[in-house]
């Protein structure tokens, strides 16, 4: 199989062995049709061997790990069940070790299918196949998604409780006095937090002045080159008459409002279907989505430096028909409101030249944790407009931002 591709189930009953040249922790996931666990009893793993109709079944270190799905046996909402590995080594990533996927009929143990993912890096766990269920009847599909923070991150992706280990006590040198209670945090502290460093982007070199648009909703084109943008100003991708259909990048900065204190934000992006759908989201824990045609930089965890801090690179030709809408989001995942956030902005760049092709700086913060900063819709003609948002949302990541950017499309 290849990535995408699916074959109808020739049995009820399957199992999924998951091999590589290292042991590899496999797991399965009970989801329903928003794509979300029911409950954490839904995590099929290790330690949690058996669900419903799902049974983790361990290969004792000399053969491989399978996850087996009876699909008659599936509680009635669950519609996918999605087979994912991870390498058993700390912080280990697939570069260089290409885990295959062996459908096999869990009767007999006839091969059904085959699945090897290609081109794998930083990925530290994967989301191998699904089976799902399509019109009453259910199939296999090769997937191949990779994420960079673990297993933890595609349990939480999907609605799974990851509680982060509490740390180890500081030795003490001596008895000392009970200490005084702890004031309550001002914003509740998330349970994991799956960072990935990354290096920041190099600062843009000075470019020319921008082409100034019409006010209000005016819709301008690349024509009188790069152009700045005011919230709800749109461009249109558009150079000498023809659709810009390459790979562009939008890149996100921001400075903290007071010298000397870290701003850790999170840029991400949401794909939607024409129906304001969403397909799937790239962000600091999901490096790459849509087969490769977009791709997220990495955290930053400071905003400090000049240039972008996380830039996501979008192949505009490669983006599947379905995807139409794409939508830009900058998240403060610690709780900072955006008023202690400076000069933020996004921008679009050729992904070829380096150009800066659109700007938007972000004016008049509010006190939330989250803003639509951009969009990106491809028209009936094929051509992509982008328009400047600056829209703020109470949500502190992407997962919060789903569904007030479904409705700004």
């Known amino acids: 199989m290849t990535p995408g591709s699916n074959i109808p189930l020739p049995t009820a009953r399957v199992a999924v062995d998951v091999a590589a040249p290292v042991r590899l922790d496999v797991s399965g996931l009970l989801l329903t049709a928003d794509g979300k666990v029911r409950s954490d009893d839904d995590f099929i793993f290790f330690n949690q061997p058996s669900g419903p109709g799902v049974t983790y079944r361990s290969g004792g270190g000399t053969t491989p790990d399978s996850i087996v799905v009876d699909t008659g046996a599936l509680p009635a909402g669950i519609e996918r069940i999605v087979v994912t590995a991870s390498p058993d080594a700390a912080g280990q990533s697939f570069q260089g070790i290409e885990p295959t996927a ?6 007999d143990n006839s091969v059904i299918a085959t699945f090897t993912p290609p081109q794998l890096g930083t990925e530290t766990a994967l989301v191998v196949v699904e089976v799902y269920l399509r019109n009453g009847a259910w199939k296999v599909r090769a997937v191949g998604q990779g994420y960079a923070n673990g297993l933890a991150g595609i349990a939480t992706d999907f609605g799974v409780s990851v509680e982060e280990p509490a740390p180890a006590p500081a030795p003490v040198a001596a008895p000392a006095a009970p200490a005084a209670p702890a004031a309550p945090p001002s914003a509740p502290t998330p349970s994991y937090d ?40 749109t461009v249109s991708l558009v150079k000498g008459g023809r659709p810009l259909l390459s790979q562009v990048k939008m890149g996100l900065g921001w400075e903290p409002a007071f010298r000397g204190k870290d701003i850790d934000l999170d840029a991400s992006v949401i794909a939607y279907d024409g129906n304001r759908k969403m397909i799937d989201s790239c962000y600091f824990g999901k490096l790459t989505i849509l087969n490769g045609a977009i791709k997220h930089s990495g955290d930053n965890l400071t905003g400090e430096g000049a240039g972008d801090d996380e830039v996501i690179t979008v192949d505009l030709g490669r983006i599947p028909p379905e995807a139409t809408g794409l939508v830009f989001t900058v998240n403060s995942f610690t709780g900072q409101k955006f008023t202690e956030v400076a000069k933020a902005y ?16 972000l004016t008049g913060a509010e006190p939330q944790t989250g803003v639509l900063m951009a969009k990106l819709i491809k028209q009936f003609s094929g051509e992509w407009e982008m328009t400047a948002m600056g829209d703020f949302v109470k949500s502190r990541t992407v997962r919060g931002m789903v569904k007030p950017a479904a409705q700004a499309l």
Do not use: H, M, Y
């Open 346 to 361: 996004c921008r679009l760049l050729d992904g070829a030249t380096g150009e800066e092709l659109v700007r938007f700086d």
């Open 194 to 233: 799956p960072r990935v460093a990354a290096p920041q982007a190099p600062a843009a070199p000075p470019a020319a002045p921008p082409a100034a648009p019409a006010p209000g909703n005016g819709k301008i084109n690349l024509d009188k080159g790069r152009v700045s943008l005011q919230k709800n100003q």
């Open 102 to 107: 062996t459908v096999r009929g869990a009767d």
